[in-house]
């Protein structure tokens, strides 16, 4: 984590805060820094608590203006074959320390019923 937060600087306390979270209060295993270089930011991958497959985790900011075409770049990152890859978690972090995670599906999903 931190020689991606020296990377990015401006990325390093919302890839500390949901390393942090992930990692202590939601318990995920194998929890490792990433680098989105298409991204130009850092990101987390890690198997959830009770889930036998990695996700990946973009940590970003409530202030940060993210686009539709951005949202394609984590899907590029290649990774194991039993991780996720048909979404990732978007965690938005505030300057309260609060964060929101949003799951982001690769192309268009029919929702759950």
Known sequence: ?????????SNAGDLTQV?????????????????LDAAKRPALMGEEHGVDVGTIVVPCSLSDHLSLNWCDFPFQVSCPSEWHRTFI?????????????????DGIVKPQM
Do not use: F
Request: net charge positive; aromatic share 14%.
């Open 19 to 35: 390393y942090n979270d992930l990692h202590l209060a939601q318990r995920w295993r194998n929890v490792i820094a990433i680098d």
């Open 1 to 9: 984590v931190a020689t991606l937060a020296n990377k990015y600087p």
């Open 89 to 105: 978690y978007l965690a938005i972090t505030s300057q309260d320390s609060s964060q929101v995670y949003y799951k982001l599906s």
